[in-house]
């Protein structure tokens, strides 16, 4: 089995940073993209920005110019750095995998971490 588990979510004003963390654990896996997804309250969920392993990155209209995603492979370990936070980022950041295990190839979710930007 494979887990995602975020970190770095939390409470911050407009204007302010956050880093979001999503380390991939378990064994006998290989991950080819990363990435964060975000759902607000009565929304979808929507791409924030996505890194393939080779380092391509796609972002969000939301996020552009905003954040940042980098990955670690070694580490099997994504980032979001997230600057100029608004309200309107409220939501719960999932961290989403494209993972190959056992000849099996998939996607996986993390729980989600809530991100809450005050005005």
């Known amino acids: 089995q494979v887990q995602l588990v975020e970190s770095g979510g939390g409470l911050v004003q407009s204007g302010g940073s956050l880093r979001l963390s999503c380390a991939a654990s378990?064994?006998?896996?290989?991950?080819?993209?990363m990435g964060w997804y975000r759902q607000a309250p009565g929304k979808e969920r929507e791409l924030v920005a996505n890194?393939?392993?080779?380092?391509?990155?796609n972002y969000g209209d939301s996020a552009k110019g905003r954040f940042t995603i980098s990955r670690d492979n070694a580490k099997n370990t994504v980032y979001l750095q997230m600057n100029s936070l608004v309200p309107e980022d409220t939501a719960v950041y999932y961290c989403?995998?494209?993972?190959?295990?056992?000849?099996?190839?998939?996607?996986?979710w993390g729980q989600g971490t809530q991100v809450t930007v005050s005005s």
């Open positions: 989403n995998a494209d993972i190959l295990r056992l000849e099996t190839r998939r996607e996986y």
């Open positions: 378990g064994s006998d896996f290989f991950i080819f993209g």
């Open positions: 890194r393939s392993r080779g380092g391509t990155t």
